[in-house]
């Protein structure tokens, strides 16, 4: 059965993953670098979450999505400047959480102008399981540099490899705060 789940994303987290898989005698296995190697999160506020193993080549594609999307982000409206998501409010003790344990599709559409809703004004990730299911995120364009980065990480090999053991850029929440200081 085919579900979509949507929320806006609050934060984002990356952590590195070690997968082994089983591969039967006289299949051929999965290559290095479609082998999960980490997982991403989005919270949607502290009772809200949609999870995802991604491999080195699912971080590529998903970079490669927020590439051709780029392009239209220079038809941003105003109004997505300044767009803050909501939490997802719950009753106390009650948490919902989707876990994509098999990334077979993603894709990144940018903050834009649509004739029947009007002003879109965040970036929206969709990512979808095998069986056809989706979780749809509306992002904000500073958390999209959270995520980027560590798209590009996961890509490279490296998420979790920091030199200075500092891995809170990669691996804690995403504080907006903390990505305007980054980029002054």
């Given at each position: 059965m ?5 929320f806006q994303?609050?934060?984002?987290q990356a952590?590195?993953v070690d ?11 999965p290559?290095?670098?479609?082998i999960?190697?980490?997982i ?13 193993f991604v491999s080195?080549?699912?971080a590529?594609n998903?970079?490669g999505a927020?590439t051709?999307?780029?392009?239209m982000?220079?038809d ?5 400047q ?10 106390a003790?009650?948490?919902f959480?989707v876990?994509?344990e098999s990334l077979?599709?993603?894709?990144v ?22 069986d056809?299911?989706s ?6 364009d500073?958390l999209?540099v959270?995520?980027?980065r560590?798209?590009?990480d996961?890509?490279a ?6 030199e200075?053991?500092d891995?809170?850029?990669?691996n ?6 903390a990505?305007?200081d980054?980029?002054?």
């Amino acid at each position: 059965m085919r579900h979509t789940i949507a929320f806006q994303a609050t934060a984002f987290q990356a952590a590195p993953v070690d997968v082994q898989i089983e591969v039967p005698e006289g299949e051929e296995g999965p290559t290095p670098d479609q082998i999960p190697s980490a997982i991403i999160v989005f919270l949607g506020g502290p009772s809200v979450q949609a999870s995802a193993f991604v491999s080195q080549q699912d971080a590529e594609n998903l970079m490669g999505a927020f590439t051709q999307a780029e392009p239209m982000r220079g038809d941003m409206p105003p109004e997505a400047q300044a767009w803050e998501p909501e939490e997802t409010v719950m009753p106390a003790a009650m948490l919902f959480g989707v876990n994509i344990e098999s990334l077979v599709g993603a894709a990144v559409t940018p903050p834009h102008m649509n004739d029947e809703v009007g002003i879109v004004p965040h970036w929206t990730v969709q990512l979808q399981d095998a069986d056809g299911s989706s979780v749809q995120v509306a992002v904000s364009d500073a958390l999209c540099v959270t995520i980027i980065r560590a798209l590009s990480d996961i890509a490279a090999g490296e998420l979790g490899d920091d030199e200075d053991g500092d891995e809170s850029a990669l691996n804690g929440l995403a504080d907006p705060d903390a990505v305007e200081d980054a980029e002054e």
